[in-house]
Structures are given as C-alpha cells and as structure tokens.
C-alpha cells in the first residue's frame, strides 16, 4: 500500500496563534512530504510496499532503520494532523475518556502535567503520547521516529517535539509550545475515536 501525504483537515491558518501558518507549510509540506516520499522508495526496496502501514512500521523496527524512520514518521503524522483542531484543547473531554484518565491517570490535571513533562524532557527529537497499553492509558515517550506501536501499545494522541514541529514559533521554549497543544490545539473527538478502536 503505498504512502500518500494526507491533506491537512484544516487551512494553513486554522490553528493560529498557536501553530503558525508557517510552520504548518514547512512541517507538512516539506518534512512529511519526504517521508512519504523516502518511505515508498525504501518500502518498495524491502519489499514491503503490499504492507498496511502500521505492518510496515512494525516489520521494519531493528531490520531496517531508514525504512522504520520514514514509516514510523509518516504514521506519527498521518495521526498529528487530526489529532489538532482550531478551538482545541481544554478540559471538557467526552466522558468515556474522562473517565479512563481519572482512573488511569490520577485525573486531567495530572495528565496534562505529566504528559507535558514527558514531552518537554524527551531529550533530543522525538514524541510524548497517550497510548493504550494492556487496556489501560499510558504516557510515554519515543525518540525520533518511534512510536506505541513497537512497545506493544495503540497511541490515541501524540505531540511532535522534534524543532520543526515548534521553532519557528516558539524558538527553544518547548514546554510553551506543549502547555499550548494541550490547552488550545487537542482534537478530543478524534483522541476518543482512536482510544474506543484500542479498547
């Protein structure tokens, strides 16, 4: 199945002051457009291309790390668009969700803690999530690429801290770019999707 670049489910401009118009064209345009790209070539070389994605990423983990890198980043992305929306973020989650952090995760205000500290403290590139993992929420973090998925976890949301994802908007202060993606940029609908397919 080849990798094809997803449009963005929102305009250039939607999800200002927050996330820049900028950013958004560089990020998407540019870095998940050459994982698409540097993805196909390298899944068609391994023989992988008949493969769903999330097949590819976790048959390429510890085999061949350029095709994992490509893969892994693409899915990441596919994901990361959807999981923004303009007017995003807050604390009125649906209630089934609601309901998992407060018992999984010590309640929303710990969970937005915790899950900006995993992010600001991911040393280098990488991502923090909120994944599933044994029927049950987890906060994790990945370096570069690396996603729940080769850690034997479905992840339901993720936030980008590698510098293209923030720079040009927030400079060095990452943990500003994360307090912003929690309360004003979260897509809680599509969270609940995906956290409802992992359970």
Known sequence: MAFELPDL???YEALQPFMSKETLEYHHDKHHKAYVDNGNKLA???GMDGLSLEEVVKQSHGKNAGLFNNAAQHYNHVHFWKWMKKD??????PGALSKAIDSDLGGYDKFRADF???GATQFGSGWAWLAVKNGKLEIMKTPNGENPL???AKPILGVDVWEHSYYIDYRNARPKYLEAFVDSLINWDYVLELYEQAS
């Open 150 to 152: 080769i850690h034997d």
């Open 88 to 93: 995003g973020g807050g604390t009125s989650l």
């Open 9 to 11: 489910p929102y305009d």
């Open 116 to 118: 900006i500290n995993a």
């Open 44 to 46: 068609a070389e391994a």
